[in-house]
T-cell receptor, first 111, second 113 residues
Framework: RKEVEQDPGPFNVPEGATVAFNCTYS??????FFWYRQDCRKEPKLLMS???SGNEDGRFTAQLNRASQYISLLIRDSKLSDSATYLC????????????FGTGTKLQVIP | SAVISQKPSRDICQRGTSLTIQCQVD?????MFWYRQQPGQSLTLIAT?????????ESGFVIDKFPISRPNLTFSTLTVSNMSPEDSSIYLC??????????FGPGTRLTVL
């Protein structure tokens, strides 16, 4: 089993739709979780951290399910500008240790 | 968040040559990370560069192929040595903050002919 797994997509959704991605992780002791966004030919940029209680930032909601070992990202009212690859990132310990990147889920929002 | 620059932004190189990539951060950081992202793939950590000590390499990466320098707390270099077409990739440096959030440079797009 991969350390971090994501559905590569692509997810093609119309503008205004709600879309959700899941990411599963194998290390039950993992402490820190993140979602990054990567636009084509650009570097990854932090979208949001994922807290145990879940967190929301505008149209974006991230949640953590420790029992099932997955994190999710929900995007409401999709915009064309949301088209990108969304990378799930897991840090095993919460202290310094290398993070593991998922392979990403590609989202294409269509007019 | 830290501001990170990389040079060169892209290069096309001949097989057997070497390329040194520079990474500059606008603040002092303890650790700097070097990643590779091959076409259509996610990011793979090459090594972690600490100032004043040898870099720590991940499985599958060796110092002879990817020597790293870390002369001070704001700068690091990664050299891709004796290049082959399989080294064609995007190379990214990053730093993390106290929350383990990573911030990336814009990347160096390398093509080896």
């Amino acid at each position: 089993r991969k350390e971090v797994e994501q559905d590569p997509g692509p997810f093609n959704v119309p503008e205004g739709a709600t879309v959700a991605f899941n990411c599963t992780y194998s290390n039950s002791a993992s402490q820190s979780f993140f979602w990054y966004r990567q636009d084509c030919r650009k570097e990854p940029k932090l979208l949001m951290s994922v807290y145990s209680s879940g967190n929301e930032d505008g149209r974006f909601t991230a949640q953590l399910n420790r029992a099932s070992q997955y994190i999710s990202l929900l995007i409401r009212d999709s915009k064309l500008s949301d088209s990108a690859t969304y990378l799930c990132v897991v840090n095993p310990s919460g202290g310094y240790q290398k993070v593991t990147f998922g392979t990403g889920t590609k989202l294409q929002v269509i007019p | 968040s830290a501001v990170i620059s990389q040079k060169p932004s892209r290069d096309i190189c001949q097989r057997g040559t070497s390329l040194t990539i520079q990474c500059q951060v606008d603040s002092q950081v303890t650790m700097m990370f070097w990643y590779r992202q091959q076409p259509g793939q996610s990011l793979t950590l090459i090594a972690t560069a600490n100032q004043g000590s040898e870099a720590t390499y991940e499985s599958g990466f060796v110092i002879d192929k990817f020597p790293i320098s870390r002369p001070n707390l704001t700068f690091s270099t990664l050299t891709v040595s004796n290049m082959s077409p399989e080294d064609s990739s995007i190379y990214l440096c990053s730093v993390d903050d106290s929350y383990n959030e990573q911030f990336f440079g814009p990347g160096t797009r390398l093509t080896v002919l």
